[in-house]
């Protein structure tokens, strides 16, 4: 089945420590995405990239990095300047198609203790 | 700049009982406007999405959402609530113009149903 995968589900890491969140698809999609979710303040986007080797900052960049090196592959990187990075993350992808939807895929918890 | 503006974080209706869970959005250009759910610790899954071809939109799931330009409003509407319609409810919206650009969410709307 064509899908987004999101590993690990749940991810505990010690404040300081880089983490990277790994995001798979395999839907043929070009353009891809990351959104961070806390409680009552909905999807805000980190990062997108609407192709291979390209990428844009958010609205919250800042703490993160992308990279994306193949078309199935977007990891985001939360670094230790990331003040606040206990949250869930999300990452999505959508096609050519107009309009296209967001597919996403089934989050990380990230908490840093 | 894009918004939509979701009112009410957390609506409570019976079982049985019309939902109508409010989206009102901000755009320069006609907007493609979309609802999303999500169940606890999951991802978003669509749940219809409005691309100007009519202005009464059904999606998944019994729900459904009108669009309406002078009210620049955009409210999902399910006229029987199902204990399984417990959720949030995002909208969100995208510019019209361009290719892959990055949709804009709301805050969401947690939605439960009393038995």
């Known amino acids: 089945d064509g899908g987004i995968t999101q590993s690990p589900k749940y991810l505990f890491r010690k404040e300081g420590q880089n983490v990277t969140l790994s995001c798979e698809q395999n839907l043929n999609h070009d353009a891809m995405y990351w959104y961070r979710q806390d409680p009552g303040q909905g999807l805000r986007l980190i990062y997108y990239s609407q192709i291979v080797n390209d990428f844009q900052k958010g609205d919250i960049a800042e703490g993160y990095s992308v990279s994306r090196e193949k078309k199935e592959s977007f990891p985001l990187t939360v670094t230790s300047a990331q003040k606040n990075p206990t949250a869930f993350y999300l990452c999505?992808?959508?096609?050519?198609?107009?309009?296209?939807?967001?597919?996403f895929g089934q989050g990380t918890r990230l908490t840093v203790v | 700049a894009q918004s939509v503006t979701q009112l009410g974080s957390h609506v409570s209706v019976s079982e049985g009982a019309l939902v109508l869970l409010r989206c009102n959005y901000s755009s320069s250009v006609p907007p493609y406007l979309f609802w999303y759910v999500q169940y606890p610790n999951q991802g978003l899954q669509l749940l219809l999405k409005y691309t100007s071809a009519a202005t009464l939109v059904k999606g998944i799931n019994g729900f459904e959402a009108e669009f309406k330009k002078s009210e620049t409003s955009f409210h999902l509407t399910k006229p029987s609530a199902h204990m399984s319609d417990a959720a949030e409810y995002f909208c969100?919206?995208?510019?019209?113009?361009?290719?892959?650009?990055?949709?804009?969410f709301g805050k969401g709307t947690r939605l439960s149903v009393i038995a």
């Open positions: 969100a919206v995208t510019r019209r113009l361009r290719r892959n650009t990055p949709l804009v």
């Open positions: 999505a992808s959508s096609s050519q198609t107009f309009p296209a939807e967001a597919f």
